[in-house]
């Protein structure tokens, strides 16, 4: 029974560190969480666009936030390293977080989609942003709509190997699920060969507009 308990236990307590992490570090951009428990030390890995506001000043919040871990969560000897986002666009949690705020900004979700999916398939072998709830106005029955590009895997091992993320948007009409799965370049799948053609997007996708103040207006 012990042994159960410890297999149910367990992934909700990483759970619940990520989600901590992930609040206290907003504003550091944090694109991924990796947590690996050992008999002796309990590592922390942790990917953001902004590692200055996770070290902090000599060291002072990376040290505040080792110690929470350890009085609230009872790590043993956690240790937090950082590690700096190389490119946004292939990470899609921070993908993710961009469509929500443009889609609650009331920028159109086609748009939105179109734009990052551009974005991501400058680097990437492939990618794939689904958004899913009340598109539209107030009212409108719920809906999905969904871009692609390249070659995404949905099931089996090779699945495995694909970043995904999922991010919800709160609008006045109802809340959005954005889903983003990216193909980072340079992924070896076993049915497929080593060299990657390139990948020609549509021509709506190519013509998408920037997302942003200086893109398109938000819809009315």
Do not use: C, W
Not at 21 to 50: F, Y
């Amino acid at each position: 029974m012990v042994v159960e308990e410890k297999f149910i236990t367990e992934p909700i307590k990483k759970y619940r560190i990520m989600k901590f992490l992930e609040k206290e570090l907003e504003r550091a951009g944090v694109a991924n969480i990796e947590i690996q428990r050992t008999p002796v030390v309990t590592r922390i890995a942790i990917v953001v666009l902004n590692p200055g506001r996770v070290i902090g000043r000599k060291g002072r919040t990376i040290n505040l936030l080792t110690e929470v871990l350890h009085t609230k969560f009872g790590l043993e000897n956690p240790q937090i390293s950082v590690v700096e986002a190389e490119n946004p666009n292939l990470e899609p949690r921070i993908v993710a977080k961009r469509a929500a705020r443009n889609i609650e900004m009331g920028h159109k979700v086609r748009a939105v989609l179109h734009s990052l999916l551009r974005d991501i398939m400058r680097s990437a072998m492939g990618a794939e942003i689904v958004a899913s709830g009340k598109i539209g106005a107030k009212g409108a029955r719920a809906k999905k709509l969904r871009v692609s590009a390249g070659f995404i895997p949905k099931a089996g091992e090779p699945a495995r190997l694909v970043r995904e993320a999922h991010i919800s948007a709160n609008t006045k009409s109802g809340i959005i699920g954005v889903l983003v799965r990216i193909v980072p370049p340079g992924t070896v799948f076993p049915d497929k060969p080593a060299t990657v053609e390139a990948v020609e997007l549509p021509k709506v996708i190519q013509a998408a507009r920037p997302i942003g103040p200086r893109g398109n207006p938000p819809r009315r």
